[in-house]
């Protein structure tokens, strides 16, 4: 009679969820930001403001959220890092329903894992740089669990975005600009402005701190295509999270390297008095506006460069050595541009010689641990990310790990990365590149569980 209450009332909760007022909301709808002197951006965002309402929930506790599309296009909202059902995770290709515009939807879910995750647009962008991610549609998602944080003294939530999108030839000036040196011959997307949160470097209020604080940092790459590279001169990050999960070794590092989608939880010791920019390590980029000041109490001047040591970002520092499981399968996916396609300026991207959406979909069976075996057999380098699921990181090259677990890596040209999963959530599943113009052009794939 218990086990049987119990199931009535998480029934009766889910369908108070279904009926009843929501717990959040948002409001998909244009908007003007002004992100630097002088600089004002047209763009779509959630409630209009970027990032949208940071959203805190509770880990196992059932939740609702009301989108409503006042945009002019049809949308969707992807609640990035979540392990929930199929139907809610805000992806059209797993069959989340796209909201019409002056529509509203609700999604209604459980949420898990603990953790940084976050909430974007899934929405399909193609030639209209209008759309999708390269839009300001974005924003924080913190899944609070049972298990406590290490002291911090204050806590700094940072999201980094690129404004004005362009197509551009892929020529030696652009690969000069970007982080993400792209090799291929089709068109690219280059930008005017980049921000962290809604501010160009040097605009808006500096974050203010005070010696001997620990301040968490939050960082988000909400970019559509840009790999970012950040430093703050004279301090160093201890890197606690990655992607959300606690990292096996939490390690000390002078830089931090984001790709599309990722996200990094780490400690910094204000230990360095003066006024100082958080910023990319990439001078072009921290022209464009990719920084933010950091004051100390009681200083004052023009804030502070200085370039880091070079240094190689390396994912298996922060990961064990211990051995893992073998998987009861593996899939080995060879990725790769074949140019463009059919008249069209942009590469078409192929899973081994296949392109969304004429690919079959992989077949996992649930309970079952599976590997995937990522080949880059491109120049580019790919954020590849796997809906509904986090993985474990097991081979970069030729080192072995384990422990490490995400739900977007970084894979270098020409190299492979082996990921491990547990099939534990049922319905179809979608893997993809981050980078929203190869996701557009073909780099997606199913998964899908037998039946």
């Not at 992989?362 to 990522?374: D, I, K, N, P």
Request: aromatic residues 8%; charged residues 20%.
């Amino acid at each position: 009679m218990l086990l049987a209450s119990q199931s009535l009332g998480r029934n009766l909760h889910a369908q108070v969820h279904r009926e009843g007022k929501a717990d959040h909301t948002l409001r998909i709808e244009p908007c003007e930001l002004e992100i630097g002197r002088g600089v004002t951006v047209k763009t779509i965002a959630y409630d209009g403001r970027v990032p949208g309402p940071m959203l805190r929930l509770r880990e196992g506790v059932p939740v609702s959220i009301d989108v409503t599309n006042a945009a002019s296009s049809a949308d969707i909202v992807h609640w990035h890092g979540l392990a929930i059902d199929s139907l809610n995770d805000g992806a059209m290709e797993e069959g989340s329903p796209m909201i019409a515009p002056g529509e509203t939807h609700r999604y209604t879910f459980t949420p898990k894992p603990a953790g940084t995750r976050w909430y974007h647009t899934h929405a399909g962008a193609y030639g209209d740089l209008a759309k999708g991610t390269y839009t300001g549609q974005f924003g924080f998602l913190i899944v609070e669990g049972a298990q406590p944080l290490p002291h911090y003294d204050m806590e700094v939530n940072l999201a980094i975005h690129h404004w004005e999108p362009s197509f551009v030839p892929m020529v030696e000036t652009m690969r000069a600009a970007s982080a993400n040196v792209p090799l291929t011959n089709g068109s690219d997307v280059g930008y005017k402005y980049a921000t962290i949160n809604d501010r160009m470097l040097g605009t808006g209020e500096p974050i203010r701190v005070k010696e001997g604080q620990r301040v968490l940092v939050r960082l988000l790459n909400a970019s559509a295509t840009e790999n970012v590279v950040l430093a703050l001169p004279g301090h160093r990050f201890t890197v606690m999270a990655m992607d959300g999960n606690p990292v096996p070794k939490p390690t000390s590092v002078e830089a931090l390297s984001l790709a599309v989608g990722e996200r990094v939880d780490a400690l910094v010791e204000m230990n360095k008095p003066g006024v100082w920019i958080l910023g990319s390590t990439l001078q072009e980029s921290r022209k464009m506006g990719l920084g933010i000041v950091i004051e100390y109490a009681g200083q004052s001047g023009a804030p502070v460069w200085n370039k880091p040591a070079p240094a190689v970002w390396d994912y298996t520092q922060f990961a064990s050595s211990a051995a893992v499981p073998e998987p009861d399968e593996s899939f080995e996916l060879i990725f790769r541009d074949i140019g463009p396609q059919h008249g069209s300026q942009f590469d078409t991207w192929t899973i081994n010689n296949q392109s969304w959406p004429r690919i079959e979909p992989l077949t996992v069976h649930a309970g079952r641990r599976y590997r995937l075996v990522f080949r880059n057999g491109s120049g580019d380098q790919h954020p590849l990310h796997l809906h509904r699921h986090t993985f474990e990181v097991t081979r970069i090259g030729e080192k072995r790990l384990s422990g490490l677990r995400k739900d977007v890596i970084n894979v270098m040209p020409l190299d492979t990365v082996e990921v491990d999963f547990i099939a534990d959530n049922p319905g179809d599943t979608l893997w993809h590149c981050h980078q929203q113009l190869h996701m557009d052009y073909g780099f997606m794939q199913l998964i899908r569980y037998a039946t």
